[in-house]
Nanobody, 123 residues
Framework: QVQLVESGGGLVQPGGSLRLSCAAS????????MDWYRQAEGRQREWVAQITRDGSTAYLDSVKGRFTISKDNAKNTGYLQMDSLKPEDTAVYSC?????????????????WGKGTLVTVSS
């Protein structure tokens, strides 16, 4: 059974930085892509960033130049470095990953979600 666990959230002042981690555990063959989403209170979930297996990245326009997504294949962990944080970045941040695992019937590709970590940007 694969699990995704986020960490690194917390309270930070405007202009500050946080680094979120998303650790995948289980019988993982490969992480094909990883995305970060966020959901602010009373708002719909919003896609933030993506990194693919070959390292290609994409970002929500409002976080470009401030957030950086990366991964460590050896650790099956993805990261979201968030700099120059603004109050409007306050949200629960969750990771989503498409992961290949080896099962008795062969290779299975499944989408997984973590439970999220709260980021609060406030003075």
């Amino acid at each position: 059974q694969v699990q995704l666990v986020e960490s690194g959230g917390g309270l930070v002042q405007p202009g500050g930085s946080l680094r979120l981690s998303c650790a995948a555990s289980g019988s993982i063959l490969s992480i094909n892509r990883m995305d970060w989403y966020r959901q602010a209170e009373g708002r719909q979930r919003e896609w933030v960033a993506q990194i693919t297996r070959d390292g290609s990245t994409a970002y929500l326009d409002s976080v470009k130049g401030r957030f950086t997504i990366s991964k460590d294949n050896a650790k099956n962990t993805g990261y979201l470095q968030m700099d120059s944080l603004k109050p409007e970045d306050t949200a629960v941040y969750s990771c989503n990953a498409e992961i290949s695992t080896v099962q008795n019937v062969g290779t299975i590709i499944t989408d997984y979600w973590g439970k999220g970590t709260l980021v609060t940007v406030s003075s």
